[in-house]
């Protein structure tokens, strides 16, 4: 009898030679949620996996994902159960069992997986280290920062011994914050944030002094602080579908993709995640700033299994 979760290993191992890293990390994250889902009902030998248990999997997906993430899960399913079927593990007919849904590409979506995120910065320190697309993704994800708040550092915000950035008000200089001096607050970096933004400081930072002396920390080669069209631009092209170095598959506007985010919901999802690690939301409110009750009604997308998860981990259950 063959084990699922080897089989998986085992179709991982295989695929290694024709896909990149990262097309890899996709697949291995995708399958992640089927070998899981198999712990949880119990299902330890491949051979044992019939039709039924695949409708009865994305069943219990559908409650979490829309239908785009639905539609590439299950491609990835399909193709690691035909994998099986020529190792003469399962039958052929199971892999045809598996109906794709409909991949709407009317809107894109309007959070992203944390684990997503998470690949695409691990892509990006491994193959773009301290560049301006992993600063950006970076710095959006790990402090939930508008692009208001990003555009408005400069050099001399940022405290690398003391690994936080400072955020000020300057309406005058073209760099505002949301809620003007009520948004000033200082941000503790993450140690490998720190590392990366120095190493971008001090390495890769086109420097470029503005018209009014100031050296914007998210510079570009034409000079001054990247405009928000150049950030969204860069988070659309980061989470598009297909892999991180080749673009989007099925667009040719990132932005335009199904799969793909915008800033805005990057800062959406980084709140989330923060609640679902269990984080205080009165100080979650003050590095983000945004009240409580916001991030309650506007910013918390955790779905209700997500939810009840984080109150057993709080109640230690």
């Known amino acids: 009898m063959t084990v699922v979760t080897e089989a ?10 024709e896909l990149s890293d990262s097309s890899i990390q996709n697949h291995r994250y995708q399958l992640k949620q089927f070998r899981q889902w198999c712990a949880d009902e119990g299902i330890a030998e491949l051979e044992s996996i019939d039709p039924l248990d695949l409708s009865r999997f994305r069943r219990a997906r559908s409650k979490d994902i829309n239908s785009t993430t639905m539609y590439n899960q299950l491609s990835v399913l399909r193709l690691f159960c035909k994998f099986c079927a020529r190792m003469s593990w399962v039958d052929d007919l199971l892999a045809e069992s598996i109906v794709l849904p409909r ?3 009317s809107s894109r979506a309007d959070r992203i997986d944390a684990e997503r995120v998470e690949r695409i910065i691990d892509h990006l320190d491994k193959y773009h280290y301290a560049s301006f697309n992993h600063v950006i993704m970076s710095l959006l994800w790990t402090t939930g920062m508008r692009i208001g ?3 408005a550092i400069d050099v001399s915000d940022v405290h690398l011994d003391d690994r936080f950035i400072g955020l000020h008000h300057r309406p005058e200089e073209g760099t505002p914050l949301k809620n003007a001096e009520g948004s000033e607050r200082e941000l503790n970096l993450h140690g490998w944030v720190n590392d990366i933004v120095r190493c971008w400081i001090e390495d890769n930072r086109p420097p470029h002094v503005d018209i009014n002396g100031r050296e914007a920390l998210i510079s570009t080669e034409m000079g001054g602080a990247a405009a ?3 950030i969204r631009r860069v ?8 892999d991180v170095t080749q673009g989007c598959e099925c667009s040719e506007y990132p932005s335009k993709c199904p799969e793909s985010v915008s800033p805005h919901d990057i800062r959406r999802s980084s709140i989330s995640a923060w609640l679902n690690r269990g984080v205080d939301i009165n100080m979650l409110s003050d590095r983000v700033d945004s009240s409580p009750s916001t991030l309650e009604r506007h910013y918390d997308v955790r779905s209700e299994s997500e939810k009840r998860e984080a109150r057993r981990d709080a109640f230690n259950m």
């Not at 988070?235 to 297909?242: E, S």
Request: glycine share 8%; proline share 0%.
């Open 149 to 151: 708040a990003l555009r």
């Open 103 to 105: 991949r709407d590409g």
């Open 235 to 242: 988070v659309y092209v980061l989470t598009a579908c297909g």
């Open 8 to 17: 998986i290993d085992a179709y991982l191992q295989e695929r290694s030679t």
């Open 228 to 230: 928000r069209s150049t």
